[in-house]
């Protein structure tokens, strides 16, 4: 498929228009829940879970857009500062009634001045970094993929897409410290999540296009890194997400929706030392004596 074909299966809809079709597809994020608790993708599906929205997202979302969107759409979709007390000449604080008053008034999310010069010192580091600025250089943001993948109804909104060769699928992470960023690679499942990405882009666009990550720190000294996700480690993310998708279509059908922690899990030490215990596992576990449920461990995640 051509570069601008790959742009043309992008769909161009409202941030509020995606979420609110999330209840009826798949989603990268909907499918890590599955593979960490069957039981918590089932409550939030119902909606009995309602997603967080921390400073931490309000200030990752005002960075993605000013980031990938540009200055306007930012300025239009985040307000900054706040009201001032006359008798302080200070701002309120965001727990005022004031304040409250005046965020209802404005009617969008609204970034303290803190919050907005640490979203300008992650954007300038971006475009500070040679091969970070490389990838955004050309290229859609925030383009929605939606169809049907692995026998699920399925989509996608994915950060930057790139059509030129060796760019490909640029996705913008915040981090802490790019010194344990790959840690946090591991910890929050993103080689699953962008392999999701990747082969939503190969069923809906018949392309297959490389993967990168752009890691922006959110403090001093606002560090900006580029990883390239390796295609043999999104080969095996991707089967490791498509038998969470078959394993979500028998949860689907026999209305089971389990922990993964039905079973009786044995932990061990490997070492007597009372600091840095390692902890391995061994054989399946003997069942509770006279458990009338003792033949479920036969099968134990050990």
Same mark, same amino acid.
Request: glycine fraction near 6%; charge should be neutral.
């Given at each position: 498929?051509?570069?601008?074909?790959?742009?043309?299966? +992008?769909?161009?809809?409202?941030?509020?228009?995606?979420?609110?079709?999330?209840?009826?597809? /798949?989603?990268?994020?909907? +499918?890590?829940?599955?593979?960490?608790?069957? #039981?918590?993708?089932?409550?939030?599906?119902?909606? #009995?879970?309602?997603?967080?929205?921390?400073?931490?997202?309000?200030?990752?979302?005002?960075?993605? /857009?000013?980031?990938?969107?540009?200055?306007?759409?930012?300025?239009?979709?985040?307000?900054?500062?706040?009201?001032?007390?006359?008798?302080?000449?200070?701002?309120?604080?965001?727990?005022?009634?004031?304040?409250?008053?005046?965020?209802?008034?404005?009617?969008?999310?609204?970034?303290?001045?803190?919050?907005?010069?640490?979203? @300008?010192?992650?954007?300038?580091?971006?475009?500070?970094?040679?091969?970070?600025?490389?990838?955004?250089?050309?290229?859609?943001?925030?383009? /929605?993929?939606?169809? @049907?993948?692995?026998?699920?109804?399925?989509?996608?909104?994915?950060?930057?897409?790139?059509?030129?060769?060796?760019?490909?699928?640029?996705?913008?992470?915040?981090?802490?410290?790019?010194?344990?960023?790959?840690?946090?690679?591991?910890?929050?499942?993103?080689?699953?999540?962008?392999?999701?990405?990747?082969?939503? /882009?190969?069923? $809906?666009?018949?392309? $297959?296009?490389?993967?990168?990550?752009?890691?922006?720190?959110?403090? @001093?000294?606002?560090?900006?890194?580029?990883?390239?996700?390796?295609?043999?480690?999104?080969?095996?993310?991707?089967?490791?997400?498509?038998?969470? $998708?078959?394993?979500?279509?028998?949860?689907? @059908?026999?209305?089971?929706?389990?922990?993964?922690?039905?079973?009786?899990?044995?932990?061990?030490?490997?070492?007597?030392?009372?600091?840095?215990?390692?902890?391995?596992?061994?054989?399946?576990?003997?069942?509770?004596?006279?458990?009338?449920?003792?033949?479920?461990?036969?099968?134990?995640?050990?």
């Amino acid at each position: 498929m051509s570069n601008q074909s790959i742009l043309n299966a +992008l769909i161009h809809e409202p941030a509020e228009a995606y979420h609110a079709r999330s209840a009826e597809h /798949v989603t990268a994020h909907r +499918l890590a829940d599955f593979r960490r608790c069957p #039981l918590l993708f089932r409550k939030k599906e119902q909606g #009995l879970i309602p997603d967080r929205d921390s400073a931490a997202y309000l200030v990752g979302r005002a960075a993605h /857009v000013l980031i990938l969107e540009g200055r306007d759409r930012y300025e239009s979709q985040f307000a900054v500062g706040g009201p001032v007390n006359p008798r302080t000449g200070q701002p309120y604080g965001s727990n005022t009634k004031a304040f409250t008053q005046w965020a209802d008034r404005i009617g969008k999310p609204v970034l303290s001045d803190e919050q907005a010069a640490l979203i @300008e010192q992650m954007a300038a580091s971006v475009q500070g970094h040679l091969f970070a600025r490389e990838l955004l250089a050309d290229g859609v943001a925030e383009g /929605v993929l939606r169809g @049907e993948y692995a026998g699920l109804r399925c989509q996608s909104r994915l950060d930057w897409v790139n059509p030129k060769p060796g760019r490909g699928i640029v996705d913008l992470k915040t981090t802490d410290s790019l010194d344990t960023f790959e840690f946090d690679i591991t910890a929050f499942g993103y080689v699953e999540q962008m392999a999701f990405y990747r082969a939503m /882009v190969e069923t $809906m666009a018949t392309a $297959m296009l490389p993967v990168h990550l752009i890691a922006a720190e959110k403090r @001093e000294p606002f560090r900006c890194g580029v990883w390239q996700i390796a295609p043999q480690a999104l080969d095996e993310a991707q089967a490791e997400n498509e038998r969470a $998708m078959q394993e979500l279509t028998r949860c689907r @059908e026999s209305g089971i929706w389990p922990t993964r922690f039905e079973s009786i899990r044995l932990y061990e030490t490997t070492s007597p030392s009372s600091s840095g215990r390692a902890s391995r596992t061994s054989s399946t576990p003997s069942p509770i004596a006279g458990s009338p449920a003792s033949s479920q461990y036969k099968t134990s995640h050990l």
